[in-house]
């Protein structure tokens, strides 16, 4: 089996597909990559917390021009998994107001980015309407 690389270090893979995030032990506020302190309450001190892979769309946009390479329109959400506020793409609906909905519940899924020459698969996560 070839090897899979998740694009950004909060993504696991293993054993299931879930975010991981560092949340500050004196106050609890939770961030993605690593911190030296805590923006909420300056403490120093912090663990890694997996976050649910189901969530609740917030807020969203449909952007309908993208950058080169970049299929256009598609879904840009903000997604409240367990309380902690994700910035992710929205796969597998229609990019149309009418289609998504405020509150709606999510879940996370993982696509592949593409492959390199010796066949590591770079993986990316987004977030598809849960069944």
Do not use: W
Not at 12 to 24: K, M, N, V
Not at 33 to 55: I, M, Y
């Amino acid at each position: 089996m070839a090897q899979q690389v998740p694009i950004v270090s909060y993504l696991r893979l293993d054993p299931a597909p879930h975010l991981s995030a560092s949340e500050c032990t004196s106050c609890g506020a939770r961030y993605f990559d690593r911190r030296n302190a805590c923006a909420s309450c300056f403490g120093s001190d912090f663990k890694h917390v997996e976050l649910p892979t189901d969530g609740t769309l917030r807020t969203y946009t449909i952007v309908t021009a993208g950058g080169t390479g970049i299929i256009a329109p598609f879904v840009s959400a903000i997604v409240d998994c367990g309380g902690t506020s994700v910035r992710g793409n929205v796969v597998n609906i229609e990019p149309t107001s009418e289609a998504l909905r405020l509150g709606m519940s999510l879940t996370l899924t993982t696509y592949s980015l593409g492959r390199d020459s010796a066949g590591t698969e770079a993986v990316g996560y987004a977030f598809e309407p849960a069944t």
